[in-house]
């Protein structure tokens, strides 16, 4: 039986030498050996598509989805030009994945308000504050015109937010579905209005009390009682 080695051929790169008399003790170190990028940060080959991701989302927190380059991404990460491209194919592909990463966080942030508090206006306040924190996937999650929509995981990701964000709205009495597009409207609408600047600075500074507010006004509106109508006041003759 031939023994191999391990070697080192250049950043990020390894492969097996033949021949070697070194014994079969060193080939273990396969198993856990690490690359190192060109930027010194090491990691797993396993975890590449993730190295990848979390680049991508760095790029859009400093410069936005226009200026997104697979090339500088690849530079980034201290990777071939080639390996963005293997695993997402290209840059609609990676927006894509981008994209269900943050429905996927969204869903799991939703999720555990309401499980915390069983308070509906506190899943639209986690919504604004995913917004303001997690900007890069919001930013990008709401644009389909950047990724493929039919993408199955995509797909899958976005329905388990809409679950997250529309299932609450079934303890409501009536028109739950109307109700939770009207909390959806109302927190989105919000969150892309201060992100943009838009709104007055002393509400634009705090954008998840501002939801807490706005939030309020919303189901006071539901609770509030029905006036009674005014009688008519008869005509004299």
């Known amino acids: 039986m031939r023994d191999f080695v391990l070697t080192n051929v250049g950043p990020g790169c390894f492969r097996f030498l033949a021949g070697s008399h070194l014994g079969n003790a060193y080939l273990p170190a396969y198993n856990a050996a ?3 990028s060109e930027n ?3 990691y797993h080959h396993g975890d590449l598509r993730r190295v990848l991701l979390e680049e991508a989302v760095a790029s859009l927190r400093e410069s936005g989805p226009a200026a997104l380059s697979l090339r500088d991404l690849a530079r980034q990460a201290g990777v071939s030009h080639a390996a963005p491209a293997h695993h997402f194919g290209d840059k609609r592909g990676l927006l894509t994945a981008v994209a269900a990463e943050g429905f996927r966080r969204l869903s799991a942030s939703l999720g555990a308000t309401y499980e915390a508090t069983r308070d509906f206006a506190e899943v639209g306040v986690a919504y604004v504050t995913f917004a303001v924190e997690e900007r890069p996937y919001f930013d990008v999650m709401f644009r389909p015109d950047l990724y493929d929509p039919h993408d199955p995981e995509l797909v899958a990701a976005r329905s388990a937010s809409g679950a997250a964000l529309y299932g609450p709205a079934a303890a409501l009495p ?4 109307e109700a939770g597009i009207a909390a959806w409207s109302l927190v989105h609408g919000l969150a892309t209005l201060g992100l943009a600047g838009n709104l007055p600075p002393e509400v634009g500074g705090d954008l998840p009390a501002a939801a807490r507010q ?4 919303l189901f006071q509106a539901r609770e509030a009682p029905e006036r009674p109508a005014k009688a008519k006041k008869k005509k004299k003759k």
């Open 34 to 36: 690490v690359a190192t």
């Open 40 to 42: 010194g940060r090491p």
């Open 174 to 177: 009536e028109t739950p579905l």
């Open 214 to 217: 706005v939030t309020g006004y």
